[in-house]
T-cell receptor
């Protein structure tokens, strides 16, 4: 079946450093979504990428969708303590009724 | 924004008890809802897809008779853990999609239910 691999599993950074998490799919995706789950909370939708090579920005967050629509990345510039949490990607395969979540990357930020 | 309400948020009960969890979309209609299970520091494991007016689609390895799903209306899906045992203890989260056009709609998650079976 479809697999969505996400790396790294954990990332510890000093406040102000950058952070990137990568998502790779074994099959071509119709779209990819990114979610953030704060400790003790539930996943919250961040963004959706649909087009090949698409790049979207939300303040310090930059999301990219690969040309082949098999990989994606989330980059945070100058991390803050409010960025802590687990970031999940979720890929939707064409004609599939459900997205497949990656294992998530848990970010901790040292002040 | 779209809000999904999940109740209860915390359940502690004895082994053998059946527990019902509700998932409601408050300000939109959800033709599709999803039920996930999440173990500590792990990803979301999809258990089943709930479709309004039809039978749920269960993922491989998930017991249909153990985890009963009912999606009776466009705003409510329920998950009943029947005859729960300690190994069923987990964090259960539901999510809902706004329309049947699943290719373009994000999932909106409930707050989750922490189930502890003694």
């Amino acid at each position: 079946g479809q697999q969505v691999m996400q790396i790294p599993q954990y990332q510890h950074v000093q406040e102000g450093e950058d952070f990137t998490t990568y998502c790779n799919s074994s099959t071509t995706l119709s779209n990819i979504q990114w979610y953030k789950q704060r400790p003790g909370g539930h996943p919250v939708f961040l963004i959706q990428l649909v087009k090949s090579g698409e790049v979207k920005k939300q303040k310090r967050l930059t999301f990219q969708f690969g040309e082949a629509k098999k990989n994606s990345s989330l980059h945070i510039t100058a991390t803050q303590t409010t960025d802590v949490g687990t970031y999940f990607c979720a890929g939707l395969r064409t004609n599939a009724g459900k997205s497949t979540f990656g294992d998530g990357t848990t970010l901790t930020v040292k002040p | 924004g779209a809000v999904v309400s999940q109740h209860p948020s915390w359940v502690i009960c004895k082994s053998g008890t059946s527990v019902k969890i509700e998932c409601r979309s408050l300000d939109f209609q959800a033709t599709t809802m999803f039920w996930y299970r999440q173990f500590p520091k792990q990803s979301l494991m999809l258990m089943a897809t709930s479709n309004e007016g039809s039978k749920a689609t269960y993922e491989q390895g998930v017991e249909k008779d153990k985890f009963l799903i009912n999606h009776a209306s466009l705003t409510l899906s329920t998950l009943t853990v029947t005859s729960a045992h300690p190994e069923d203890s987990s964090f259960y989260i539901c999510s809902a999609r706004d329309t049947a056009d699943y290719s373009n709609q994000p999932q909106h998650f409930g707050d989750g239910t922490r189930l502890s079976i003694l």
